[in-house]
């Protein structure tokens, strides 16, 4: 028997190190995901008044620091107690959305498109953006142009890219400016046929990865997402529903508030990422999946034209809740052109450009939980403050945990189809980190840890040496 | 009526009043020396040896705040050994407490961040002491960070100087130093402090601050506190 180790995984956010053992005969036994390093946000910002934590925890990460920032500024708004005006409402959402485009694209065209459009199989040192860009030069630019937008219209609204201060609790601190709303409605078109080439260029693709999508994480779970009163898919302020591997709604309307009635937390020996399971079922059985693929399973419907015509396409093509991890980047695709048609409505809504965008007010409860959908899953900030507004206590559940049963046992299933210990080739532990890559996961965020990203797979003994260790930056 | 004097500052010739610091005279004459424990109107420390300046005649360097001119003196207010030694003032301050810009409601309106800035720090030659500090946030209105505090004392005086309440002190020595309110209790329960603000508006840096901003926000006004404190008869 051998231990294969991937260490590390390449193009995710964050460290991984998966552990692979075989048997005599080279067959997969059992895998490992370790998440190796550990953040302590939750820790360090013991002491520090609330209203300084959406600065702090979006620095958590710099990929999706604007849902941080969201949720945080939600957990102080009901620490402050308030309803936050309509514009700043509205305005936040837009911010969300314009998150969404560009965390989608980066993880499609700068991560994941090396994989799907050179080929699993390909030279590792020409499978990363830049030979994307030397084979496919209209579609990397089309994926560059796309995050860029997203990015501009951060910067538009919040003055900076990355780690804006704009969000604050109680709202925004600046309005819109309607030269800004000019700019983006113009621009927007353009980016709404970039998506739509995208998507059709995938779906053209996606014929030739029928063994990818017949093995990539296919286990049936639960589904957790945000959705609307009508059940349509929202992604900034919406209610958690969880909706079975058969279909059916299991909960829904479950307020950010309810969380803890329903999510539970278990800690692994092998990680330092915890696993979240669905309360009323209990560990480990309670395992459910977050992110694009799961916020479409579980809404009725995406609730704008566009998305819902790929929507329906994308149910009728691979059922309805669709199963295979392979499918959150076609997921992700129908999210960045719900997330484009969001925009184009809410910068056309007559709210939009009202100057009164903040609620003051001091501390009125001393709990205070704010949920929201990250690019990545559910991710709720819940912090408890003192009668002076320190914290006292923070507890973040990150998007990709709840993804990290899901995760092991895609690793499991597609190490079990594609690892060969008697041949052992690049390309098979390229489609095991390939499976990470399909959930899109942010181990910086989840587990709140530093350094490069990267990822390790380890083939081990019987006896336990480890024969083979791949690692890929 | 002060007797005029005349001195060098940077070579140049300038009239100065007896009795007037370096500090003074060249703020008169239109020189620039950096500062960040003087605040006008208050009394000089001499505490943060940024306007340290070289006097001709002696090895030591001077803070321009509390040296008096004299009469035939030649100074020079910039040279790559002051910014040598300014710098080094300025990093022994960063690494001493827990000054992390980018969560701070003061940064971008920040006095040591800015002087950082001009004098080009981009890093630290010296480790980090990061200190275990407390957050008071006990006031209904404001919030002292000891994280962020650089002892400069500005609040100390404004409100001994000019509000007349005496609330702050500094208390221990050396490294152990802190600032403290009232007879070392919570800020909110010192009852001689009448909620003006000054300490907070004087503070150069975001350790004490309005509650309730958000990063970036706490743009200090303290343009009229100079004034006050002239009419109060302050320096």
Partial sequence: MKQLTINHVSRIEGHAKISIHLNDEGRVTSTQLHITQLRGFEKFTEGRPFYEMPG??????????????????????????????????????MLHCAQFVQSHAL???YLSSPDLLLGMDSDPAKRNVIGVIEKHPELARMGIELRKFGLQIIEGLAQERVHPSWVVPGGVNAPMQPQLRERLLS???????????????????????????????????????????KGSL????????????????????????????????????????KAPYYKPIGYPQGIYRVGALARLNVADRCGTPKADAELTEFRQRFGYPAHSSFLFHYARLIEVLYALERIGELLNDPQIL???????????????????????????????????GGIVWANLIVATGHNNLAIGNSIQQVSEHFIDGTKLQEGMLNRVSAVVRAYDPCFSCSTHASGQIAMKIQLVAPDGTVLDELCSR | MPQTISIRIDGELVSALQGQTILEAAKQA???????CYFEGLSAVGACRLCIVEVAGTDKLLPACTTPVQDGMSVTTTSPKLTQYRRIALELL??????????????????????????????????YNYPNLPV????????????????????????????????????????SSRLTSGLNQPWGQVTDCTNCGKCVQVCPTGALAEKGWAVEEMVKQNDNISGLAHRKGGQ
């Fill in chain 1, 56 to 93: 702090i925890t979006s620095r958590i990460c710099g990929i999706c620091p604007v849902s941080h920032l969201l949720a945080s500024a939600k957990a102080c708004d009901a620490i402050l107690a308030v309803k936050i005006p309509t514009a700043a409402h509205k305005l936040r959402e």
């Fill in chain 1, 107 to 109: 993880s499609f065209f």
């Fill in chain 1, 187 to 229: 621009e927007l078109p353009g980016a709404v046929a970039s998506t739509q080439q995208a998507l059709n260029f995938f779906k053209s693709a996606i014929a030739s990865f029928q063994e990818e999508i017949d093995n990539f994480g296919t286990a049936p779970t639960m589904y957790a997402g945000t959705v609307d009163r």
């Fill in chain 1, 234 to 273: 929202q992604i900034y302020d919406g209610t958690l529903r969880f909706r079975n591997a058969e279909g059916a709604v299991v909960k829904e309307g479950i307020a950010a508030e309810e969380y803890s009635d329903y999510i539970g937390e278990a800690s692994l020996r092998e990680s330092y990422l």
């Fill in chain 1, 354 to 388: 009202n100057p009164r965008v903040r609620a003051i007010a001091g501390v009125n409860s001393l709990d205070g939980i704010g949920m929201i959908e990250a690019p990545r899953g559910v991710l709720i900030h819940h912090y408890k403050v003192n009668e002076d």
């Fill in chain 2, 30 to 36: 239109g020189k620039y020396i950096p500062t960040l």
């Fill in chain 2, 94 to 127: 960063f690494v001493e407490r827990n000054h992390v810009c980018a969560v701070c409601v003061s940064n971008g309106h920040c006095e040591l961040q800015n002087l950082a800035t001009s004098l080009g720090i981009t890093n630290m030659r010296h480790w």
């Fill in chain 2, 136 to 175: 008071d946030l006990s006031h209904k209105r404001f919030v002292l960070d000891h994280n962020r505090c650089i002892l400069c004392t500005r609040c100390v005086r404004v409100c001994a100087e000019v509000e007349g309440a005496h609330v702050w002190e500094i208390t221990e020595r050396g490294i």
